[in-house]
T-cell receptor, first 111, second 115 residues
Framework: QKEVEQNSGPLSVPEGAIASLNCTYSDRGSQSFFWYRQYSGKSPELIMS????GDKEDGRFTAQLNKASQYVSLLIRDSQPSDSATYLCAENSGGYQKVTFGIGTKLQVIP | ETGVTQTPRHLVMGMTNKKSLKCEQHLGHNAMYWYKQSAKKPLELMFVYSLEERVENNSVPSRFSPECPNSSHLFLHLHTLQPEDSALYLCASSQSWAGSYNEQFFGPGTRLTVL
């Protein structure tokens, strides 16, 4: 049974700070990893994908992957109140096999 | 229309009703998915279609019946549902083949309430 573990939060950070969201996964065969942002009452929106060990940066977002530790994280720099949402971590073992999602971490950015 | 669309956005039905959810993707993808999202639970994959063929059925009760007439359209037919089936039903699509990264894009969802 593949599992993706996340702390459900809420994680509260002040505006302008760095928000750090963490995720661990159980399947060593996982090849691709995703971070989705889900606002309350809305559907998940893909914000980052990462496939190789190391860091991947996109604007204020940085995804970090460590396959040896089975750990993936998302850093949000200069957090804004509009970043307040639930962030879902997900992993895929390749092809059209199912993507396994974590429960999501609720982030609150305090003005 | 762009991305993935779903209709209706909200649905209230009785346990004896029959209704259908519709999903359409405008991304040229070859795989489509139905997920169920309930409060305080991870997204649950229900069905996967690849090139219009069902390739995954995660032990979903038979009161949920999927249909994929072509690579752009996906339906979820509902009948004799239970109150515990009330949830957000999400459709997603991806460009998927062996070795692909399978980035999935979601529609806005249908909020289903079963009375």
């Amino acid at each position: 049974q593949k599992e993706v573990e996340q702390n459900s939060g809420p994680l509260s950070v002040p505006e302008g700070a760095i928000a750090s969201l963490n995720c661990t996964y159980s399947d060593r065969g996982s090849q691709s990893f995703f971070w989705y942002r889900q606002y309350s009452g809305k559907s998940p929106e893909l914000i980052m994908s990462i496939y190789s060990n190391g860091d991947k940066e996109d604007g204020r977002f940085t995804a970090q992957l460590n396959k040896a530790s089975q750990y993936v994280s998302l850093l949000i720099r200069d957090s804004q109140p509009s970043d307040s949402a639930t962030y879902l971590c997900a992993e895929n073992s390749g092809g059209y096999q199912k993507v396994t999602f974590g429960i999501g971490t609720k982030l609150q950015v305090i003005p | 229309e762009t991305g993935v669309t779903q209709t209706p956005r909200h649905l209230v039905m009785g346990m004896t009703n029959k209704k259908s959810l519709k999903c359409e993707q405008h991304l040229g993808h070859n795989a489509m998915y139905w997920y169920k999202q309930s409060a305080k639970k991870p997204l649950e994959l229900m069905f996967v279609y690849s090139l219009e063929e069902r390739v995954e059925n995660n032990s979903v009760p038979s009161r949920f019946s999927p249909e994929c007439p072509n690579s752009s359209h996906l339906f979820l037919h509902l009948h004799t549902l239970q109150p515990e089936d009330s949830a957000l039903y999400l459709c997603a699509s991806s460009q998927s083949w062996a070795g692909s990264y399978n980035e999935q894009f979601f529609g806005p969802g249908t909020r289903l309430t079963v009375l």
